[in-house]
Nanobody, 128 residues
Framework: QVQLVESGGGLAQPGGSLRLSCAGSGFFTLDDYAIAWFRQTPGKAPGKEREGVGCISSSDGGTVYSDSVKGRFTISRGDDKNTVYLEMNSLKPEDTAVYYC????????????????WGQGTPVTVSP
């Protein structure tokens, strides 16, 4: 069974940092696919609960980010070829959410907002 497993969430102070990990299990390797990160914040207006954070392609390793995290968050791949990281710096209270990694088993990030295969999520809370 193919699975994505997120980890690394927790509590951070404003201005602090966290690194989230997304690992693949089953008969596939994350290096072969574009991997996106999303966050979901319950209580936001309908249609606004889920936000795409960014994506890393497997075709050329290129990354894209949402405007809300650009310059603060970085997506990268691990040397083990089966882990994708989300490095989050200069955290703000509005970054509080459950973070998910996702894929559609393709190589491009062109339509990453539509990726449908998700992990179980890892919660991040940014608070003094």
């Amino acid at each position: 069974q193919v699975q994505l497993v997120e980890s690394g969430g927790g509590l951070a102070q404003p201005g602090g940092s966290l690194r989230l990990s997304c690992a693949g299990s089953g008969f596939f390797t994350l290096d072969d696919y574009a991997i996106a990160w999303f966050r979901q914040t319950p209580g936001k207006a309908p249609g606004k609960e889920r936000e795409g954070v960014g994506c890393i392609s497997s075709s050329d390793g290129g990354t894209v980010y949402s405007d809300s995290v650009k310059g603060r968050f970085t997506i990268s791949r691990g040397d083990d070829k089966n882990t994708v990281y989300l490095e989050m710096n200069s955290l703000k209270p509005e970054d509080t959410a459950v973070y998910y990694c996702s894929t559609d088993f393709g190589r491009s990030c062109d339509y990453y907002s539509e990726f449908e295969h998700w992990g179980q999520g890892t919660p991040v809370t940014v608070s003094p």
